[in-house]
């Protein structure tokens, strides 16, 4: 996709979803959503854009100490090992079958992240309006925080089985161009 989105954040009780907007040259407009949810859930829709609609998987960070993390996937397939297949690659390898050097010339999520240092210090940063959504996880985060240390129970989670499942708007969506659009 060629195209720079439109981006907004949102914050609300369970997370953060950052939607993009992208007008098309036919007129319609290509909408991606996307989501941190707590306590530990990622909801981010194929970048592929394979189909349209509500995402195909969702993915929970497992975190293994203070500087390692495990991400496990789930998803709505049609044929067994459909998940594989979309898994990622550069030149035909997949991420962890890169070269040190190609993972300079390509660099990627892992790369970022790493680059920063093992924990980072947020003092250290510089942060700029495309990290709008981290400041609102960040935020969020605090709250529960102090929700816990107050006795109440953190967003995403309930001890009640009568609450209902939570459903997440992320996914990947094509809206037509209006019908008096030329």
């Given at each position: 996709m060629g195209l720079m989105p439109d981006v907004t954040f949102e914050a609300d009780e369970t997370g953060v979803s950052i939607t993009s907007i992208r007008k098309l040259e036919d007129g319609s407009t290509f909408r991606r959503v996307a989501a941190a949810v707590l306590p530990t859930l990622r909801v981010v829709p194929n970048?592929?854009?394979?189909?349209?609609?509500?995402?195909?998987?969702?993915?929970?960070?497992?975190?293994i100490d203070d500087h390692s993390f495990r991400i496990y996937t789930a998803g709505r397939v049609r044929n067994s090992c459909e998940l594989a297949r979309v898994r990622s690659r550069i030149n035909g390898k997949l991420w962890e079958?890169?070269?040190?050097?190609?993972?300079?010339?390509?660099?990627?999520?892992?790369?970022?992240?790493?680059s920063q240092g093992a924990i980072t210090a947020h003092s250290e940063e510089h942060l700029a309006s495309s990290d709008r959504g981290v400041a609102m996880l960040r935020r969020l985060l605090r709250r529960q925080l102090d929700a816990i240390r107050e006795g109440r129970d953190p967003a995403g989670t309930s001890f009640n089985l009568n609450t209902a499942p939570v459903r997440f708007e992320a996914g990947n969506y094509l809206l037509e161009k209006p019908a008096h659009a030329t």
């Open positions: 970048p592929r854009v394979a189909v349209y609609g509500r995402v195909e998987s969702i993915g929970w960070v497992l975190p079958e890169l070269t040190p050097a190609e993972h300079r010339d390509f660099p990627g999520d892992y790369e970022a992240q790493v």
